[in-house]
């Protein structure tokens, strides 16, 4: 007799929970983009959003999701003037499955399974509603969730196990082919970015990239923030910035980042990084400095 068991492991592990929303998007709703270090799903339950993940631009109706690595710019707005009705919740996990695209298939059991987590919320976990100010990124609107209610351990486990399940149906049903249209405003989009990463050594300016790219500053402008939320002087720095993290991660110097990111005053280049982050880069990067 075999006394050896069959070890079983857990594709889906997740950490920690920091938002669990569902979001009704007005007419011409429109999210400044922004990246973390946590992962993001959108599951789109009514109406068609717009989601921008890095390069890739996608069009989400009904009964599809989107999951965002942890920091990959993302950006998300309202489309079609359809009242889209989404869940959006922001989690930490390891393992997570790898995958190679970002828009996934919700059955209808997998739509409502998820309605009836967020529904069971508050019976769970002690939360922080927070004002749909503008100005407030999507993970800082509808609720923070803070802490388990004492004596709610158990039904908090199941919570989580069933997310987890959730996670690991809806990511084994992959859609492929569904970016946005392709569109002149697509295309010049592509054209913009691949500049603005090609110049990431450089100090450009808007009127230095609309040029290169044979564009007018307003069409540049509109261009950008139609796909990310935001003008492109500061999308560039945060191209720099999360360029400067990797090198900083790969051994380089903070010096050295500074230069490779187009910065000329390694000063002003840490206080942008500090800002961004949270911290200097020197703790980035305690091995060279």
């Known amino acids: 007799m075999n006394n050896k068991g069959c070890k079983i492991q857990n594709p889906v592990s997740i950490g920690e929970l920091f938002t669990f929303s569902k979001q009704k998007f007005s007419k011409n709703y429109s999210f400044k983009g922004e990246s973390h270090n946590f992962y993001e799903a959108v599951c789109v339950l009514r109406g068609t959003v717009g989601i921008t ?18 920091g990959e710019f993302h950006a998300i707005w309202e489309d079609s003037s359809s009242k889209p009705v989404s869940v959006i919740l922001t989690f930490s996990a390891a393992p997570f499955p790898k995958f190679s695209e970002n828009v996934f298939y919700l059955s209808d059991d997998l739509q409502k399974e998820i309605g009836e987590l967020y ?12 004002s749909d100010y503008t100005d407030k990124s999507i993970t800082e609107k509808g609720i923070w969730i803070n802490r388990i209610i004492p ?7 199941i919570f989580i196990k069933r997310l987890e399940l959730f996670f690991a149906l809806a990511l084994d049903v992959p859609l492929k082919n569904e970016s946005a249209p392709q569109s002149r405003s697509y295309e010049n989009y592509i054209r913009i970015l691949d500049c603005m990463e090609s110049h990431i050594s450089e100090n450009l300016t808007v009127t230095d990239i609309a040029g ?18 935001c003008g492109a002087a500061a999308y560039y720095d945060i191209l720099k910035l999360e360029k400067s993290l990797k090198l ?3 051994g380089y110097s903070v010096k050295e980042c500074a230069l490779m990111c ?6 002003y280049f840490s206080a942008c990084f500090k800002k961004r982050y949270g911290y200097p880069p020197s703790k980035a990067n305690s091995s060279k400095n």
């Open 262 to 267: 187009g910065y000329a005053n390694q000063n």
């Open 151 to 157: 004596g709610k351990e158990y039904k908090a486990s």
């Open 119 to 130: 529904g069971q919320l508050e019976e769970i976990f002690e939360m922080e509603p927070l």
């Open 248 to 250: 900083l991660s790969a």
């Open 53 to 70: 993940a890095g390069k890739k631009v996608y069009l989400l109706s009904k009964g599809q999701m989107t999951v965002h690595r942890p």
């Open 212 to 229: 290169y790219c044979k564009m007018s500053v307003p069409a540049l402008e509109k261009t950008v923030h139609k796909y990310l939320g």
